[in-house]
């Protein structure tokens, strides 16, 4: 996995994960924009760079929805930037969320793990 | 436009956001070592197309439905703006429809419609005793007596209930000075009856009009401000009024004029009240719902010849009894064809305005298909490009509404300036008519919208791939609504025309009264008439000897020109009713005639001419000669018009019979108001006269105004005992009459003017259009060598084939139309050639005006641009 060829190895995010992958990202604190695409890139070493054609998008919606909150606010640097903080709500929906994945992930796995055939038994 | 504020606002936030994140991203580059450049080089690279992003994120938030709405607006204002003259002339169209429909209506409903703020006003009858026999105007209807009143007040089948009023000139004296007042004595249920409500204090009950109560009156609100300058603390105080003590109980509100009064006081006893024991009353009812008034007449006639029977001296022989509408008194029998009738052109003109504006955006769609197609052709949907057109016609009637309703306030406004005090009915107040100017916007913007979409029709009908291909297409399907076009500006031609002969004939006839001859300029001429105490001239012979004391008194002062005592007033009223027979034909039925005794000086003072004979000379007064002058209309009626000189008639005033002889024949003259027929009159010396000497009529050598304080100083000493004295020029007892007729006049002008503004408007709009239309052909033709008359006739040749077929059918609808205008026009024809000619000549004449000057604008296309436009 830890390879040095980052963009060979990046993977199309399927839908909707990137939402979760957003959330996962905000849940020790608020973030502006910039920090959750590099939180998400070094989360994932660097396998999965979203694209801020879909960041803030997906930002925007999720705010939409009521699952995050925005406020203006300065980065260390003192750079004025908007950051996004989980709402209770966004919590729930992140639970949730985590528990719909480990299921998909488990079933994706089950099915991926079988030998061809299954003769096997 | 806070809302816009804030999309802006998100807009800007967005921006800030996105170029903090490159700023960041440029920032950690370098701090990884590279160059300021490189950084911001590749943080842009990855950062990708930076527009997108925001469409994208806009996406997100969805367009709402404001700022789409907001778009279509700015697009729609732009698309009007591009033509400012279409916008325009639409927009004045609809306003001036829309104004000038609710203006008059306004007017309408306020002077005619509901002039009354009694209660069920529509259903109130005044009870009025006809001698059918008589055929003038003059003795023919009369209002009921005591023992009649008691009668009709049995008839509860038909009327609900009943009001007696009884007018009378009283004096107000207060502070010393005397007030000539109207003081109107009403039964106890007057007020009840027509459910008024006191602006203070309270109205008279039918306690108040049984014997032995403490005399009271009520105060109209016009002596409460005159006399009392609107002291609130006017109720309980004493007044004097006639002589005697009476206490204010209340003040009626504004528009409560009921008889004109300015005091009410309750009638005596059964309604006899000292001035007027047993006689005549104004009996009003109001009749029971859904009793048609068919009934309510034979009712009452079959009382009425009850009462005959049981004492026929005093009745006629083909008695008839009817209750008469208040506003068919007030504006003549056929009332409600009238009404109909105007409302009709009210709506007629509502009408123009709109086929005029349905005009001008089917002209317009024909020139939208382009745009349409192009835009259909760049993915607009078929939702949004309908929406635009709703949201362009929403703007246009907007604008036609806020102006109209601009229009229609001014034009009240100035109505109300107009409207001559106490020519209709009293009460009646103008105001602007809410529902109305609702129903006129409503009607506008329906019909902008019905042919604003018209476009619209056409976008649903078709695919898109038609219309990337038909635009030339489309301009020869659309030629398919030119003949609707057609047919909208020959109806709004007829439509002006009809309106324009209407209004110009009963023009016409009211102008009549301005043009009239009189005789004499009533400006110059003043009226006083003495009310004298009761009984203190007992002896006439007494009277009499004042009277011409009086006279000599006031021909002497300076600025009389002459004077005279007549029964009649000039002009207004030929004098006492009676009837006149030839002595050689006795048994024959006699003439109904207004009787006048007069002294010489009235031949001046009226400004009557001898036609044949002489008038009356000193002699024949001091001498108590019984000799006659009569009028033309009488010797014709005599039939005795080719020698009446020295005919011998009888003059019956109450039961005697006097004999006289003609000895001069007076010009006809106004002598019943200036718009009745001339009545036959007679005049006979002062001194022969039955009743006692009426009044003195003054002519002054300049403006009788000025005369005014003279006379009445003059009078007071010269007359002892009057209780007052009635004293006016003749030209203000005229004014409501004269004021009338303006008022009509003005609005009727108003009513053509505006018709045929409209029908230029429209006309020219429509010519306009097809001169643009057809550009490409002009141009092909003039490159060709055409001339430019040929190119003219051309374009003018259609519009004018087609305001000849409107003013055809135009002229045939008036001819239909103006029939129920008959009884109005007085001695104008309804087919009076010359407004018929005239409207005509101007409405042809304003139609070529419309139809050459765009035609002519033609002739201005540079057939080079215009070959390449297409």
Partial sequence: MSTHEPYKNRIELLQGTLDMLILQTLRWGPLHGYAIALGIRSGTEDVLQVETGSLYPALHRLEKKGWLRATWGTTENRQRARFYQLTAKGKGQLAEEQAKWSQMVDAVAALMSRRPGGEQV | MRWLDRLRGRDRELQDELEAHLRMDVTDRMARGASRADAEAAAKREFGNSLLVTETVRDVWGRTWLESLWGDMRYGWRSLWSRPGFAAMATLALALGIGAATTMFSVLYGVLIDPFPYKDADRLVLLSVFDLDRSSEMGRRRIVTRDEAREFSGLTDIFEGFANSDPENGVLNRGGLDYPVQVISVGGEVFPFIGIRTMLGRGIQPHDAEPGSPPVAVLSENAWRKVFAADPAVVNQNIMLNQQVRTVIGVAPKRFAWFTGDF?????????????????????????????????????????????????????????????????????????????????????????????????????????????????????????????????????AAGGAAMGSAIAYGGVRALQLVLPPNTFAPESVVALNVPVLLFAVGLSIFTVLLFGLAPAWQVARRNRVEWLRGVSKAAGEVSRTNWLRDIFVGAQVAMSLILMVGATLLMRSFAGVFLADTGVDAKSVAIAFPFFQQNAYSDRGRLRQLMDEAEIQVRSLPGVRSVAQATGTPILNGGASAEVRLVSRGAEQGVSVMASGDSTGLLDVAGYRITQGRWLTDADVAGERNVAVINETLARRLNIANSPVGAAVALHIGNDPTRYEIVGVLKDAPNHGLRLPVEPAIHVPVTTFPFSP????????????????????????????????????????????????????????????????????????????AVA??????????????????????????????????????????????????????????????????????????????????????????????????
């Fill in chain 2, 264 to 396: 009410w006081i309750p009638g005596e006893n059964g309604f006899v009240t000292p001035t007027n024991p047993g006689g005549l009353r104004y009996m009003q009812a109001r009749v029971r719902p859904g009793v048609p008034i068919a009934r309510v007449n034979a009712e009452l006639t079959a009382v009425g010849k009850r009462l005959r029977a049981a004492n026929p001296g005093q009745y006629p022989k083909n008695i008839q009894v009817r209750g008469i509408y208040c506003i068919d008194d007030l504006v003549g029998p056929p009332f409600r064809l009238t009404l109909y009738m105007l409302s009709g052109a009210v709506f007629m003109l509502l009408l123009i305005a709109c086929s005029n504006v349905a005009n001008m955006l089917l002209s317009r769609a024909t020139a939208r298909y382009r745009e349409i197609g192009v835009r259909m052709a760049l993915g607009a949907g078929r939702m949004r490009i309908v929406r635009q057109l709703l949201v362009e016609a929403l703007l246009l």
């Fill in chain 2, 694 to 769: 009426g009044q003195l009529v003054i002519r002054a050598q300049g403006h009788a105004n000025g005369l005014l304080d003279p006379l009445w100083r003059e009078l007071q000493r010269t007359l002892p005992n009057t209780r007052f004295i009635y004293l006016k020029t003749l030209d203000t007892l005229l004014e409501p009459e004269l004021g009338a007729h303006r008022f009509a006049l003005a609005l009727l002008g108003t009513f053509a003017v505006t018709g045929l503004a409209l029908a230029l408007i429209g006309l020219y709009a429509v010519m306009s259009y």
């Fill in chain 2, 773 to 870: 239309r057809r550009s490409y052909e002009v141009g092909i033709r003039m490159a060709l060598g055409a001339r430019a008359q040929q190119v003219v006739q051309l374009l003018a040749t259609r519009g004018a084939v087609i305001v000849a077929i409107g003013i055809v059918a135009g002229t045939a609808g008036s001819a239909a139309a103006t029939r129920v205008l008959a009884s109005y026009l007085g001695p104008v024809s309804t087919h009076d050639p010359l407004s018929y000619g005239g409207v005509i000549a101007a409405l042809a004449l304003t139609a070529m005006v419309a139809i050459i000057v765009p035609a002519t604008r033609a002739l201005g296309i540079d057939p080079a641009r215009a070959l390449r436009h297409e």
